[in-house]
């Protein structure tokens, strides 16, 4: 089992930022990518970003492209989102994950976080 803990989420307001992370443990993996998605009530989950293994692979979604950073410490184990001139519609519960590549973490990912509440006033 692969636990994810996000943390950084809050209340900001329009035009501002946040970071979020995300810590993994517990079971020992290698090569995994990293990424968050999105969702707000009655809605379908959002990709919003994923950053493989080794960092060189970045993938946005649209929504967020230009505004949003994702990135990973050097022991892996920890993905970080610097999310800068925040707008109202970026509201969410965001959720980190992991996946064997980017491209399967965007499809489905393997291990999923609890979710940490992202709120921008107008």
């Known amino acids: 089992q692969v636990q994810l803990v996000e943390s950084g989420g809050g209340l900001v307001q329009a035009g501002g930022s946040l970071r979020l992370s995300c810590a993994a443990s517990?079971?020992?993996?290698?090569?995994?990518?990293m990424g968050w998605f999105r969702q707000v009530p009655g809605k379908e989950r959002e990709f919003v970003a994923a950053?493989?293994?080794?960092?060189?692979?970045?993938s946005y979604g649209d929504s967020v492209k230009g505004r949003f950073t994702i990135s990973r410490d050097a022991a892996k184990k920890t993905v970080f989102l610097q999310m800068n001139s925040l707008k109202p519609e970026d509201t969410a519960v965001y959720y980190c994950?992991?996946?064997?590549?980017?491209?399967?973490?965007?499809?489905?990912?393997?291990?999923w976080g609890q979710g940490t509440q992202v709120t921008v006033s107008s």
């Open positions: 950053i493989s293994w080794s960092g060189g692979v970045t």
């Open positions: 517990g079971r020992t993996f290698s090569s995994w990518a």
């Open positions: 994950a992991v996946g064997s590549t980017v491209v399967t973490l965007i499809k489905r990912g393997d291990y």
